[in-house]
């Protein structure tokens, strides 16, 4: 209520989201999230099998067969830019496209069936098989059929606990963090630690960012042992247990998974990002403070000074050109939000809006100790939250997925895609230049300049 | 010629289709102040969503009842009902369309007995709530398509007295075909209602102050009027009648139907401009005349390099059928004829159409990628036309893709795609001639090298030795 007030009302609210909004500085509450979307609100959230999806979809050898009906499969047919340096198998849509028989009498058999049929056709490794809503309710049990088609073929059948009603995205990562554990297996817990070998964790590999990274350590002289899961296989990731340490980047999506990692096969791990020169720099010093190889450290240096003279320049330059625009950000998880706030303090833009669809309540606290004062923050807007206070706070531009950008253009806002299917890399050095460029980009095409205020 | 139906199989390898709500939404877009909610949970509607902006370059809000673990366990009534309160207030439409999901449908929500409670206890009087059953696993979105307009038409139309406009149904055509439509009814100076008409409404020009609901739509007056109506064209003709508006209203109340094609082709133009003629009693515009003109003078310029093309075709039926038809009279002749729906009367319709022919077709009903992919390389086709999703032929095995139909998400501007009438079909023409003539520039100076120069090297050699 306060935020809206202080923000001067907007013709219509809901009384249900008021908790969800904040103005920094102007509330003593905490900020309502991690909550189920209130209904007919619009919320721009997705599902869990989307979060599951997410996470697991970079599998490159692994055959994903979204077991429910065709829609789900549909929508998520090779949408995201997860780069491959092997296998393409990833980048097909299999589904069981349940039919309304299948529904009353149940899906196992269909599934059984499928499995046998991608088997023969395929000879993959290893199948994810993902749980959409209805097969929680018409209660196939996925896990026996998983079972008996990995005993019958020998190979790993992995069920994701996917359906899309028991909570959000937030819970998608978790299942698919599950299914990764699974993969790793128990008996990993034997592995012998290589030194000087790290997991990356949270990076999808989109326009080869995973590459970039692993370039990085290949300079320090670290050993990159598999992404979680970008660029990733069946054979690589079952090795997870070897490294000595976890490096986890989009936490949103990952923490949880290297939770368990320490627990269960003794490997710390390290929060990074890699998004924005300064982060990035940073998030390298650690990992080599981490190893405490002088050798290590040195070379970082060496790295960093060499990346930096290179770019730094060309980021500063649009730094002047930006400098007094301001920013409204809408994505997904609280980690993305928090790297987006300081890449834009980095090239001189205040941000003046700031919200995602599942940020957790420490991202929040985070967040609301970056931005200054009168930022409005929320948690799973909808539509006409974000058009009133883009509006009302003057932002120059969004940064958001797919669904928000024609939402900003139509208010004559410039737009960065920040989703899963880019094409260019902003992790890393040379990330910072492709976002500052991008946000030049458009913040100063010569098309605003038709359409007036 | 043979087809095939492939809807025993068991795994739906890259689908050629969507479901059924999807579909829903669309016609609900093209009627003035409406939106829509879907009951199910929330991640169907926000996919849905994000397919349709994604053509369109355009908002797509349309809400959820998000149901939650125990909504689907205890009934998701309560939800569905603080979801249309929520709408209701933020959006004030004028209309709202209430959609299934696979997940509303399986636990057996009883839609129609909400709804009308809620319209009692908010004294909402009659206020429209169209009520569409669309469970995802029981059609494609194309039959969603056409059970929506049905629905509402049928929620709408009252018993009228006669007067001289006619009903137009379009199916998922984009909004610059439907305008394409409408400026060839205003030259035959007849007045109609065009349903569902998203022409403005899914492709908006900038303009200040944004609106939440976009201006434009089939007026919800109009359609209360369809039912006096001097006669309904609806092209349609490959659906179902049980889901056919135009049946309906021929059933209902009378009015004579002209179940046409999509105006796409010099023949399926013809018989829109005929019925037209007849309905309107006015001559064709010499101007359309000389659009017919072009139209011919295009064909001929191009029909010999129309002739290279083996064309692989796949979408909606309805398409379909109108590029099929286009294809055969400029001698792209179809090797393969696909579509991941039911394909309605569509294989009916295309065996006629295939009487004297002598060439191979293959037939695809409710099929898949894999499926197309393996008899498009089996039939050497060189030209796909259909919608992004076929881009998966042209990235595995090189059959360059005209983009065609719903939805175009990998280049900009489906909404803005010009195929029917005269001057539609001359630049959808074009697009195919020019695909084909690109392809063949691209590649004939090596093939050839290849084919003839190779051999004569060796030839020289042997001579030589
Ligand atoms: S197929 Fe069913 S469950 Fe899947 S997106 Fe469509 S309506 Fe939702
Ligand atoms: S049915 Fe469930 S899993 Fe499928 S898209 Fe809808 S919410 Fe997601």
Redesign the pocket.
Known sequence: MIAMKEAGLPDVFIKEREDFIHTKGKQKKQLKCENDSVAGCVSQRA????GARVVLNPVTDAVHLVH?PI??ASYTWDIRGSLSSGAELYRFSFSTDLKEEDVIFGGEKKLARAIDELVLKYNPKLIFVYA??IVGVIGDDLEAVCKAAARKHGIKVIPVQSS??IGNKSAGYRAACDALLRLIGPTSRNETKESKCVNYLGDFNLAGEVWIIGNYLKQMGIKLNVAFTGDSSCETLKTAARASLNIVQCAGSMIYLAEKMDEIYDIPYLNVSFLGLEDTAESLRKIARFFGDLKIIHKTEELIKKEVNAYSGTVQSYREKLKGKKAAIYVGGGFKAISLVKQFSEIGIDVVMIGTQTGRQEEYEIINELVDEGTVILDDANPTELEKFMVEKGAHLLVGGVKERPLAYKLGIAFIDHNHDRKHPLSGFAGAVNFAREVYSTVCSPVWKYIGT | MDKETENCRNVNENPCNMCMPMGAILPFKGVEQSMVIIHG????ST?MRRHIAEHFNEPIDVASSSLNEKGTIYGGEASLIKGLDNLIKLYNPGLVGVLT???AETIGEDVERITSKYLKERELGDFPLVTVSTPGYGGAHTDGYFLAVKRMVARLAKKTEKHSRINVIVPNLSPADIREIKRILHMFKVEFTLCPDFSDTLDRPFERPYKKIPGGGTKLSDIAEMPGAAATIQMGITVDDDISPGRYLEAEFGVPLYNLPVPMGIENTDLFIDVLKQLSGNKVPESLERERGRLLDCMIDSHKYNFQGRSVIFGEPENVYAIFKTCMENGVYPVVVATGSKPGKMIELLNNELNNYRGEVHFLNETDFAQIRKKSIRMNANIAIGHSDGRYLTEREGIPLVRHGFPIHDRVGGQRLLSVGYVGTTMFLDRITNTLLENKYNSYRNSMYQKYYKKLKVAGQQLQG
């Open positions: 599902c869990v099998y989307c429910g829609g789900c959409t809503c899309g009603f | 949970s929330q991640g169907c996919y999901t696979c997940l």
